[in-house]
């Protein structure tokens, strides 16, 4: 069982903006800026997307953004594209003994 | 650039030790500041993070696989490694072999390998 909490799945139509959360604790999401978000394409290794809540590695596009509230993260994807369809994973570290806890992850669909 | 490539068996038999290196290239492991690590991801599943090590040997393993893991550098050879002990078919997954990077610490895994895909059946 993952720690922590994504949806399963969200979709949207191409140029929507679409919100992922990520649900964890005061131990995790809730004590650190250091939530980082990742992208995964069928096949492929995960790309890092997001790090420290809301930093954007060089060569992503500012159509991704990150953000916190309390113990939950927040991936935004705005002007959705059809390159975007992926599933996304957040992580956090956390002052548990696994030192870094992944979500179970969500797909993203565009319509 | 950073690459980082996963090299080592796939297939492995139950009980037996899954052995894996990671060779890093366009970077040195030990003129970094960084952790290296490795993430493994069973088929049609999540992430899950088994330890990490640094290039003076210092390492953290997951609690829940610390009995069965071994993880080194060799910076003489710019690569590190992964061994788990007695192997389950709960160990098939795709392993990662990424960097753990942070501006104040280790935060964040920013250089992935492409992943090996380990199975374990007899």
């Known amino acids: 069982q993952s720690a922590l909490t994504q949806p399963a799945s969200v979709s949207g139509s191409p140029g929507q903006s679409i919100t992922i959360s990520c649900t964890g604790t005061s131990s995790d999401v809730g004590g650190y800026n250091y939530v980082s978000w990742y992208q995964q394409r069928p096949g492929k290794a995960p790309k890092l997307m997001i790090y420290?809540?809301?930093n954007r590695p060089s060569g992503i596009s500012n159509r991704f953004s990150g953000s916190k509230s309390g113990n939950t993260a927040s991936l935004t994807i705005s002007g959705l594209q059809v390159e975007d369809e992926a599933d996304y994973y957040c992580s956090s570290f956390t002052s548990g003994s696994t030192l870094y806890v992944f979500g179970s992850g969500t797909k993203v669909t565009v319509l | 650039q950073l690459q980082l490539q996963e090299s080592g068996p796939g297939l492995v038999k139950p009980s037996e030790t899954l052995s894996l290196t990671c060779t890093v290239s366009g970077g040195s492991i030990i003129n970094s500041n960084y952790y290296w690590g490795w993430i493994r991801q069973p088929p049609g599943k999540g992430l899950e993070c088994i330890g990490t090590v640094f290039s003076s040997g210092n390492t953290y393993y997951n609690p829940s696989l610390k009995s069965r893991v071994t993880m080194s550098v060799d910076t003489s050879k710019n690569q590190f490694s992964l061994r788990l002990t007695s192997v389950t078919a709960a160990d098939t997954a795709v392993y990662y072999c990424v960097r753990v990077g942070g501006s104040t610490g280790w935060y964040y895994f920013d250089y992935w390998g492409q992943g090996a895909l380990v199975t374990v059946s007899s």
């Open positions: 420290d809540v809301s």
